[in-house]
């Protein structure tokens, strides 16, 4: 039995695809018979992913107010690294920029546990552009923390080849060794009307209407202005077409987003349903005409990759890193992650014939079995640990 112990900033489903893939892996793992704890920093009385195979270590503080509640200091981690870090085979840390990466790089520097970090796209040249102050100050943190832990990592796990090439040379010194892993989401299995009838009732105002999806944080990194902008300029061309986006509101720009909708006249085919998950998510997923992301910035995509599950055509930016993949198996359209862009990927969707959709339903659900089912991406990070520890 392989033991591995996963640090994680959070074990929050609502922080979006980094706990949602540990997860996934760690049940996988665990049918096998090996095992992966989590240290995340959320407070002891908070239960996130109660039926998780796993232990669970939550050694943060109570939550606070102001930039140290999203940098999560933890006095009592460094400590209990030392003190248990031995027990495990190797150690995987999730993330960077967050309390986690600069404990992880005190208590387990000069050690003998070896570990590995995957960034989940905090290298990513998009935020030296989108913030270049905060930059500044990230290029001293990587002076202090973020570079030696990576440098100090048996390797550095990256998602995909293009956020593995985007990130080369993000911080200086840049001095680690890569890997390239496959990565995935759990099936959702052949079409159920159950979950379908599930996700209609979390949101009646949508009715029996079709829609387009999107699904995940509503952050301004995801392009959901630029959704709710573009779904406006085409929604003459199907008046029967709604728009559904879905996910926690941690920028609080849902008010905004329904302004725009209002003062274009889609109040009622614009819908906010909050956070799905369970089986109104998968619902959600089966039931849409096509997944939308036209993100500035995604490492991966999870939420790509459950669209694909769900046999969902996906219709994403250049800037998600699976987007080559998915255009070449015939899943989905691809545009720049430009208000233009976005207008020309809803309107080639809308100009597809039924069967041509059809198509890309069958196509999707193909590209996710042959490329993103979680099975292949557990095996093939665990393959690469025990290679590296052997």
């Not at 640090?7 to 706990?19: E, K, Q």
């Not at 998780?52 to 939550?63: K, N, Q, S, V, W």
């Not at 459950?306 to 890193?321: C, H, I, K, M």
């Amino acid at each position: 039995m392989t033991r591995i112990l996963r640090i994680i900033a959070s074990a929050d489903p609502r922080t979006g695809g980094p706990i949602e893939g540990a997860r996934r892996v760690g049940e996988i793992w665990a049918g096998q018979g090996h095992q992966q704890d989590m240290l995340t920093l959320d407070p002891p009385h908070e239960r996130h992913v109660p039926d998780y195979p796993g232990t669970i270590i939550a050694l943060g503080p109570d939550r606070g107010a102001g930039p140290l509640r999203r940098y999560r200091y933890a006095p009592h981690m460094v400590p209990w690294l030392r003190e248990h870090a031995g027990a495990y085979d190797a150690i995987i840390i999730s993330g960077l920029w967050r309390y986690a990466a600069r404990g992880a790089a005190v208590a387990l520097a000069g050690g003998r546990t070896p570990y590995f970090v995957f960034p989940h796209g905090a290298l990513d040249p998009w935020f030296r552009r989108a913030a270049p102050l905060k930059h500044l100050a990230k290029q001293a943190s990587w002076w202090w923390t973020e570079g030696r832990l990576l440098a100090g990592a048996r390797a550095v796990f990256f998602t995909s080849e293009e956020e593995r090439l985007r990130a080369h040379g993000a911080f200086r010194p840049y001095r680690l060794r890569s890997a390239v892993v496959n990565y995935g989401t759990a099936d959702l299995g052949d079409p159920d009307q159950d979950v379908v009838a599930a996700f209609r009732r979390v949101l009646p105002p949508l009715r029996g209407r079709p829609f387009l999806l999107f699904l995940g944080r509503i952050h301004p990194k995801k392009g959901c202005d630029l959704l709710v902008e573009a779904f406006a300029s085409v929604a003459a061309r199907d008046p029967a077409l709604d728009l559904v986006i879905a996910g926690p509101d941690e920028a609080g720009l849902v008010p905004h987003l329904r302004t725009v909708a209002a003062r274009a006249g889609l109040a009622e085919r614009v819908h906010f349903p909050g956070m799905l998950d369970g089986a109104a998510k998968a619902g959600a997923l089966q039931a849409a005409s096509a997944f939308v992301l036209p993100s500035h910035q995604e490492n991966f995509g999870i939420a790509v990759a459950e669209a694909l599950a769900a046999g969902t055509p996906v219709l994403v930016s250049d800037q998600v890193a699976i987007w080559r993949e998915a255009v070449a198996d015939g899943a989905g359209l691809v545009a720049s992650d430009t208000q233009e862009g976005t207008i020309a990927l809803l309107t080639r969707f809308l100009d597809c014939s039924p069967a041509e959709r059809a198509a890309m339903r069958r196509k999707a659900r193909a590209s996710f079995l042959t490329r993103f089912h979680i099975s292949q991406a557990a095996d093939s990070l665990r393959t690469l640990i025990e290679r590296e520890i052997a």
